[in-house]
């Protein structure tokens, strides 16, 4: 079937599913497949579960003379061009944005910004692969004026293959760090992969990138771009300026534009790190006209959820949630952060850093090395790749062991560090401290 002729179909039935057991009326359910499930098998469950079609990639799964069964090369191709089509068709503006660390916050920041003014699509959670992207694409309606969609990678191409989806007419790239290095090979990789943004963008010569002045690795990519900058250091083209003047145990930060009023903004965020995810913010905000104050209110009233940044007050403690994700770059800012916090006493529970291949062990190590500068009250270090360290810090096989020794001595009246890869489940944590 045609695109054209599919996307007929998708006016009159405009949700898309691709779980059997989640099938709102008169949707269409993809038949997508993954390493241990082929969602053909599925297709006879989602019509009579509701849906009024089913795309399948597989004759053996589409009955003869059941027009409710759509037949397709690909249904993972299908829906993406699905996706894309819609895009083009209703033509709205599109934020694309990636980055090594901060992007799903500065994603959530962004939104709750342009919100103030315009009807705002963005992406959900973590929907940020090729089967997320494509089905946030397709909850795009009339009534959006602005959509921010978040692009996620881990190996060299994925970035090029969304955004080729996205097609987004302005770009952000927070930043690059040392992430998804077993898939990228190297940290020159993870540049080139997120710089396939800034590709895209060049070639379509008409779209605006945010960037970060200070940034080199950024910077040095950034040739033949239309750049609107920001920057915490100062920077005469800078279209908004910032610094962090305190975190205690909130970022509060001021900003301002060339000669204009200057403007100090207390956030619920932890981490002087996030003020570039806040400049982001203000930056996007005022170039689409959104008012200085309320660009300010919707980043003064922003609580972080899903582990990021999120300060959570406990019976016993106060503990720093930074438990969803973990690389190099990000545990050294978080854990450089939680020095310079004016508050006692510290503990750090760490988990391992995921997906670093060859590296990994030397990348564990330094933060073994770091952690003894810090000047911490107790550090406890958390999975396998910890317990190779060279420290003498208390080591813990996985999240349970944790749990017991907390439920025989647990911390009281601490400011507690909690980061690891999500795989470590540090976020179980809370209800034990």
Request: proline share 4%; net charge negative.
């Amino acid at each position: 079937m045609e695109i054209t002729e599919l996307y007929k179909i998708f006016e009159q039935h405009p949700v898309v599913t691709t779980d059997s057991r989640d099938c709102p009326p008169d949707s269409i359910f993809f038949a997508l497949k993954g390493e241990s499930f082929n969602g053909n098998a599925f297709a006879a469950k989602a019509l009579a579960q509701g849906c009024a079609f089913a795309v399948v990639d597989e004759a053996a799964y589409c009955p003869p003379n059941d027009g409710r069964y759509i037949l397709v090369n690909n249904c993972l191709d299908t829906l993406r061009q699905l996706a894309n089509y819609h895009r083009r068709v209703l033509g709205t503006r599109i934020i694309g944005i990636t980055g090594t660390n901060g992007k799903t916050t500065t994603k959530e920041l962004l939104a709750a910004v342009l919100a103030e003014k315009y009807k705002v699509l963005y992406t959900l959670g973590n929907f940020n692969n090729e089967i997320g992207v494509p089905k946030t694409l397709l909850r795009l309606t009339k009534e959006h004026e602005i959509a921010v969609i978040e692009m996620g990678a881990s190996h060299p191409g994925d970035i090029r293959s969304l955004v080729n989806i996205v097609e987004p007419d302005f770009a952000l790239i927070t930043n690059v760090g040392k992430a998804h290095l077993q898939g990228f090979g190297s940290f020159e990789g993870v540049i080139k992969t997120k710089g396939e943004l800034y590709d895209y963008m060049r070639a379509k010569n008409t779209g605006k990138v945010f960037i970060d002045a200070a940034n080199p690795y950024l910077m040095n990519i950034s040739d033949g771009l239309h750049l609107i900058k920001y920057s915490t250091e100062e920077t005469s083209d800078a279209y908004v300026q910032g610094s962090v003047l305190s975190c205690a145990p909130f970022l509060k930060f001021a900003w301002q534009q060339a000669d204009g009023p200057r403007y100090e903004v207390q956030t619920h965020l932890i981490g002087a790190y996030n003020v570039l995810n806040m400049l982001a913010a203000v930056s996007i905000g005022r170039y689409f006209d959104v008012a200085a104050e309320q660009v300010n209110h919707a980043l003064t009233h922003y609580i972080p959820d899903n582990n990021r940044s999120q300060l959570e007050v406990t019976k016993h403690n106060k503990l720093i949630m930074d438990a969803y994700n973990a690389n190099p770059t990000s545990m050294n800012a978080a854990l450089q952060n939680f020095r310079d916090m004016t508050v006692s006493p510290k503990m750090a529970i760490l988990g391992d850093m995921k997906e670093l291949g060859d590296v990994s062990e030397t990348e564990h190590q330094k933060i073994a090395d770091l952690l003894p500068l810090l000047h911490l009250d107790d550090v406890w270090l958390v999975g396998e790749e910890f317990a190779k360290t060279h420290s003498t810090f208390r080591k813990f096989k996985d999240v349970e062991e944790v749990k017991q020794a907390l439920a025989l001595e647990r911390p009281q009246n601490y400011y507690i560090l909690i980061k690891g890869s999500n795989s470590i489940k540090l976020f179980q944590l809370p209800e034990f401290l």
